[in-house]
């Protein structure tokens, strides 16, 4: 679904996916197994084969997990940048649904980084890319309203209502189920 996560299209995918495919670790995950927890170091990043995960925070106040991501079939997981300078992770990364993932260790990925000018044009690329697209989904929790985002995430992914839960995708709108229902029945009405 690489219209969901639209920083995929400007970084050199092949670099990535070759590493993983390469000299990665092919594991199996099972539905709502947790990968990485908020709190340990994210010391890898991987190449999803199948399946779907969810990156997710927790707000202590209200002791509420939100979705803040989602990544799908070919496309790549990690705690970005976090993994390449070995702090602890701020979010969880957790499978919706069973997953094959190639697991690459970030310190092997920051070695490939260091071994030429264009791994290093690719390291500044995906690293910029991956802000400017939490930046815009930043800003859009102020440019939009809840039912604005939800249309936007809809024109953006059709699909995404056949892959996960409206509880997932009410999560990441950072709206509750209820009000997710009401934007769903509004719109019904029209």
Known sequence: MTEFNSYMSNIDIDFFKG??????????YKRNEFILREGDICSFFGFILS???????????????????????????????TCLYNIKSELNIQTITPCKIYICSSEFLQQKFEENKESQRIARIATEQVFFQSYSRYLDLFR???????LRLLERCPDILQIMSLKEIASYLKITPVHMSRIRNKLCKR
Request: one cysteine or more; glycine letters at 6%.
């Open 19 to 28: 590493l993983c495919l390469k000299y990665g670790e092919l594991r199996h």
């Open 51 to 81: 399946g779907v995960v969810k990156y997710s925070c927790t707000n202590w106040t209200e002791n509420k997990l939100y979705n803040v991501g989602f990544s799908f079939p070919n496309e790549f997981i990690a705690d970005y940048p």
């Open 144 to 150: 939009f309203t809840p039912e604005e985002r939800y």
